[in-house]
């Protein structure tokens, strides 16, 4: 595969050093009276593959939020690779190698699938490099992360066309296609069949292999069980359990939650 | 002779206040609610002036009472502007941009219809509280503007109820914020967005009414409303119909206060003046969610 | 096709024009032509930021009348140049005044582009509701702040009197048309450079998704500043010239709504997603409204405008270039060899070009 990934591998390497990648300490965030996070602590290492689970409802997407900058959160902070985000917009943490897909597909649906990832990189990979990207590297790298998801022959179709499978995998293109160092994937396997499920367990697991650090969120266990390193739950805003999988799945307090008092 | 001015310009900016809030209180429920920016709610509310000047020069009936009986007529109008906008925007997503422009071109086009057949001659009612003026001690309550103003609280306070008590009340302040919950219940959005919508639009028939009490009118009137509605709705919040009328009084005494010491020609950038502070520093109003 | 060939190919159709008109003679056709150029620019301006970016801006009049007062400022000033003397300051004053109305165009469209940072600055960290509704409010308090200030002539109006005749160019109407085909040249250019631009796939990205925009690295409050400041000097600069041409200038035509009518009509219906459909609409939305206007009354006219916005909202979106490209799309489709042709938006034949 090409200097796309590789790129990523490299800025990932120097900072190997020292300490997690993602510190997440205190962190809440309130809508109105209802307390959507509750002083959320974890950690996330270099290189690690994380499982993030819980019931819907219980905050996991809101803490998405507050981690890339959709969304302020009011009380801790967010450390990504060493800085403390408190305060930078969303761009700005994207630019510093944070990525996210969003739950439900969000595309750039007047423009053509391959302008859809042209867009990062000229926002966030050409600005980081300090260079501008010509056309025909533009059009490589787009070509290349198509390939990734399979969209290759769908360059110049208009999102619109596309399947709502198709829309997820280009909403895992378009955050990978940032050259992130984490790379938050927020349920882009909903709806999938089993071998769709497997190739994306399998390229996730492959961008990991180059060095990104990837925080899965999902439903679909299988797929978690099989990604993650570790796995974290979160229940009405709260942490309730951070630990190998196997041990956390039958944790009591989290089979409590999904399955009700 | 000074506190007797202050006062009496607190009390004219009270009424005013009290009659803005009428005029407001659509763009309450649409915007603050909806969240539907029917930017043409002052065209209504001129319709709904110019239909209480015709019915009430001709049958000689007070034009509150003409309000009222127009108030189901209104509420239909609604339902059908609302259709359009639905089939047309919400249900495609295309609200931002083009929701806009519709309401904007309709505002524009009822004001043009206006002209055409009212022609641009001032027209006013005539009502038996047009004209008196009620003594307490040194105030003054002119009653053309007393009248509307408590017939406007109680507009208020009815429609606050009915969001608070009635079912279907509640489903609309439920729908703003979790449609698919509402779904969940057997509920269907769309009709209760319509409910809200066209109870609006009905709002707009009685503000009408009081406008044309209160002053002489003229088609292009209702634009100069654009800015106050609004200005309104983000002082007080979205969404919080007590904050309306909060900010309605602060909005109607700021302009008062003005008006006699400043000079009424500067009245017109109050309003907006108003709300360009609010948006710069504190966007979410005195009440809002 | 590179910009320069753009730039010469609309010179010379400008060019043409003019000559076409000076051949008929006929004053009128600078009059009229002036007025359907002014709203080319009008429309190309509301469109880099309402149909790029999606942020509607309803005051527009509130841009041009900035435009138009500050010729009405820099003319009144020049007018009273002797009341500083000749020494000194006062000849410093001399030379600078009267100030060339190409000077004031310049002028007009910093002041108006100032104004529109500031407004932006204001309220874009909001819903593009609250922008919208803020550039109302703009319009208003600019026309009150007018009214007021009695320099400028205030509700009086102030009376502007130009040469009637210039070299070259003979009826000082002809010297302002020909200013007027330079700024539309200026604005159709910006406009299809941006398009064409990273800036213009960031203003697409605004439009279509803000929040994924940012996810994707979009600084899009600093695009939207961009946009709103770009938008408002070019709405500046074509009311900079307006005192000239009409001769008597009053908040309550300055500030004249159909400005903002026809600057969100002529995009709304040309078709907003390229630079392509302002000119369209303004052209044919401007010049039917000059021979309504005086065929049947003004007021019919702006419901015939009226009603033609809402007619397309409804049911042609994409206005009326959106119904060819429709209508392109559906003849390729059919046709065996073709695969489906690229989205509305974005043909990128020249090289990226890195904006900020």
């Known amino acids: ?261 | 002779m000074e506190l007797e001015l202050l006062l009496n310009a607190l009390v004219a900016g009270l009424l005013l206040g009290g009659f803005y809030a009428a005029v407001t209180l659509g763009i309450s429920v649409s915007f603050g609610i909806l969240d539907i920016v029917n930017i043409a709610h002052p065209a209504f509310i001129i319709l709904g002036s110019y239909v209480a000047y015709i019915i009430s020069s001709k049958f000689g009936i007070d034009p509150i009472v003409v309000a009222i009986v127009m108030l189901p007529f209104f509420y239909a109008l609604g339902s059908a502007i609302y259709q359009i906008y639905y089939v047309s925007f919400e249900r495609r997503g295309q609200e931002a941009l083009r929701g806009l422009a519709f309401f904007f071109g309709l505002l524009f086009v009822t004001e043009v219809l206006l002209i055409l057949v009212f022609g641009v001659d001032y027209r006013y009612v005539e009502a038996v509280y047009i004209g008196p003026t009620l003594h307490l001690g040194i105030l003054e309550f002119p009653l053309r503007m007393l009248v509307p103003a408590l017939v406007s609280i109680a507009m208020f306070c009815c429609l606050q109820l009915y969001l608070s008590k009635t079912f279907t009340g509640r489903a609309i302040m439920a729908v703003s914020q979790d449609p698919l919950a509402l779904r969940l219940m057997a509920v269907d959005p769309t009709r209760i967005k319509r409910v809200a919508f066209s109870i609006s639009i009905a709002t707009a028939a009685l503000a009408g009414a009081f406008l044309i009490i209160i002053q002489p009118v003229v088609p292009s009137v209702g634009r100069d409303y654009i800015g106050i509605i609004f200005a309104i709705c983000v002082l007080g919040g979205l969404g919080s119909l007590p904050g309306t009328l909060i900010a309605a009084l602060l909005l109607g005494i700021i302009e008062s206060l003005t008006s006699i010491y400043i000079g009424p020609s500067w009245a017109p950038a109050v309003a907006f003046g108003v709300l360009l502070l609010t948006l710069a520093v504190r966007p979410s109003g005195l009440l809002g969610r | 096709m590179r910009t320069p060939l753009f730039v010469l190919i609309w010179a010379i159709v400008g060019l043409a024009l003019y000559l076409v008109f000076e051949i008929f003679g006929n004053d009128y056709l600078f009059f009229a032509g002036y007025i359907v150029l002014q709203y080319i620019v009008l429309a190309t301006a509301w469109n880099i930021l309402g149909g790029y970016c999606g942020y509607v801006n309803f005051g527009s009049a509130g841009f041009f009348a900035l435009g138009a007062y500050s010729g009405v400022f820099l003319y009144t000033v020049g007018q009273g140049v002797d009341d500083f003397g000749t020494e000194g300051f006062g000849a410093l004053m001399h030379l600078i005044f009267p100030v060339p109305v190409p000077i004031i165009i310049v002028i007009g469209g910093i002041v108006a582009g100032l104004v529109g940072l500031g407004t932006g600055y204001l309220t874009l960290r909001l819903r593009g509701v609250f922008f919208a509704i803020a550039t109302l409010a703009l319009a208003v308090v600019l026309e009150t702040l007018v009214v007021n200030w009695s320099y400028v002539g205030g509700s009086r109006g102030a009376y502007i009197i130009p040469p009637s005749e210039i070299p070259i160019f003979g009826p000082y109407v002809q010297f302002l048309f020909a200013l007027m085909i330079v700024l539309v040249i200026v604005a159709l250019t910006s406009a299809r450079l941006i398009e064409r631009s990273r800036l213009g796939y960031g203003f697409a990205t605004i439009r279509d998704d803000e929040l994924a925009a940012e996810a994707c690295g979009v600084p899009t409050l600093r695009l939207k500043l961009i946009a709103t400041t770009i938008s408002g000097a070019l709405m500046g600069m074509a009311g900079a010239p307006f005192p000239f041409y009409i001769g008597y200038v009053e908040p309550a035509s300055a500030f004249n709504l159909s400005y903002a009518v026809n600057a969100i009509a002529m995009p709304m219906i040309g078709g907003t997603t390229s630079w392509i459909g302002p000119l369209v609409g303004a052209v044919l939305l401007g010049s039917l409204q000059q021979l309504a206007t005086v065929t049947i009354s003004s007021a019919a006219n702006l419901l015939i405008v009226g009603l033609l916005l809402i007619a397309f909202v409804i049911v042609a979106p994409n206005g009326i270039v959106g119904l060819v490209q429709g209508w392109w799309r559906k003849r390729s489709a059919n046709t065996p060899t073709k695969t489906s042709t690229t989205s509305s938006a974005k043909p990128s034949t020249t090289s990226g070009e890195a904006k900020p």
């Open chain 1, 1 to 261: 595969m090409s200097d796309v990934m590789s790129t990523a591998a490299t800025q990932a390497a120097p900072q190997s050093a020292s300490g997690p990648i993602l510190q997440i300490s205190g962190v809440g965030k309130r809508f109105g009276g209802f307390v959507a996070l509750d002083g959320v602590n974890f950690d996330v290492a270099r290189g690690e593959r994380v499982g993030l689970i819980g019931p819907n409802g219980s905050g996991k997407s809101t803490l998405v939020n507050c981690i890339c900058g959709t969304l302020q959160n009011e009380t801790g902070t967010v450390t990504f690779d060493g800085k403390a985000m408190n305060g930078l917009v969303a761009h700005q943490r994207t630019h510093l190698g944070l990525a996210r897909s969003f739950q439900l597909p969000r595309p750039f649906s007047s423009m053509s699938v391959a302008d859809n990832i042209r867009v990062p990189l000229m926002y966030t990979v050409a600005t980081r490099s300090g260079h501008h990207l010509s056309h025909a590297e533009l059009s490589d790298h787009c070509h290349e992360l198509l390939k990734l998801v399979s969209l290759e022959a769908k360059g110049s179709h208009r999102v619109q066309d596309l399947t709502q499978v198709e829309q997820r995998k280009l909403e895992l293109a378009r955050a990978v296609a940032a050259e992130p160092k984490l790379l938050i994937a927020d349920e882009s396997m909903a709806g999938l069949s089993h071998s769709e499920v497997e190739d994306i367990v399998s390229l996730l697991l492959q961008l990991n292999e180059r060095g990104i650090t990837i925080i899965m969120i999902e439903h679909i266990m299988r797929a978690v069980m099989k990604f993650s390193q570790r796995l974290v739950v979160l229940v009405s805003g709260k942490k309730v359990a951070d630990g190998e999988p196997e041990a956390v799945v039958q944790d009591p307090e989290v089979v409590r939650a999904y399955l009700g008092q």
